[in-house]
């Protein structure tokens, strides 16, 4: 979502029945027969609150606040912030990828790739990485 100018996105929306295998997901997958979501060890219908353990395990690094409302996750995003290929050399800087790929260890993700991953300029034009998309993280399980 954006501003009233158009200018500055502020928050992001994440409806939870249009989850993959979810009642009402956009790509038609089918629906989950036993509960278990896209990845093994998660539930279809708890993205949203693996997002809000995700931020609270890494606050600030998961991005600003998050809220469950009933049928949604709503995620403010104070700073503006793009979509990036980690491909690009001029973002990668290494303490940044270190940062969330021990992020992802410790959260035991299951879904990081470049287009969960948000960049952002603070300060004096410093890039930042702020890593999105907790939905396969912490699962209930894991298969070897």
Same mark, same amino acid.
């Given at each position: 979502?954006?501003?009233?100018?158009? @200018?500055?996105?502020? *928050?992001?929306?994440?409806?939870? &029945?249009?989850?993959?295998?979810? +009642?009402?997901?956009? #790509?038609?997958?089918?629906?989950?027969?036993?509960?278990?979501?896209?990845?093994?060890?998660?539930?279809?219908?708890?993205?949203?609150?693996?997002?809000?353990?995700?931020?609270?395990?890494?606050?600030?690094?998961?991005?600003?606040?998050?809220?469950?409302?009933?049928?949604?996750?709503?995620?403010?995003? @104070?700073?503006?912030? *793009?979509?990036?290929?980690?491909? &690009?050399?001029?973002?990668?800087? +290494?303490?940044?990828? #270190?940062?969330?790929?021990?992020?992802?260890?410790?959260?035991?993700?299951?879904?990081?790739?470049?287009?969960?991953?948000?960049?952002?300029?603070?300060?004096?034009?410093?890039?930042?990485?702020?890593?999105?998309?907790?939905?396969?993280?912490?699962?209930?399980?894991?298969?070897?």
């Amino acid at each position: 979502m954006q501003d009233s100018s158009g @200018l500055k996105h502020i *928050s992001v929306f994440k409806p939870i &029945d249009e989850e993959p295998m979810a +009642v009402n997901n956009p #790509h038609g997958l089918p629906l989950s027969m036993d509960g278990e979501g896209l990845k093994k060890g998660t539930r279809v219908g708890e993205g949203a609150l693996r997002e809000v353990a995700a931020y609270i395990l890494d606050h600030p690094r998961s991005g600003p606040h998050h809220f469950v409302t009933r049928r949604a996750l709503l995620g403010f995003h @104070l700073q503006s912030w *793009s979509s990036a290929c980690m491909g &690009d050399s001029t973002i990668q800087k +290494v303490d940044e990828v #270190h940062k969330i790929t021990v992020l992802d260890i410790r959260l035991a993700n299951a879904d990081r790739h470049a287009g969960n991953i948000l960049v952002s300029k603070e300060g004096e034009g410093q890039l930042v990485l702020i890593p999105i998309d907790h939905g396969y993280c912490l699962p209930e399980n894991v298969s070897s």
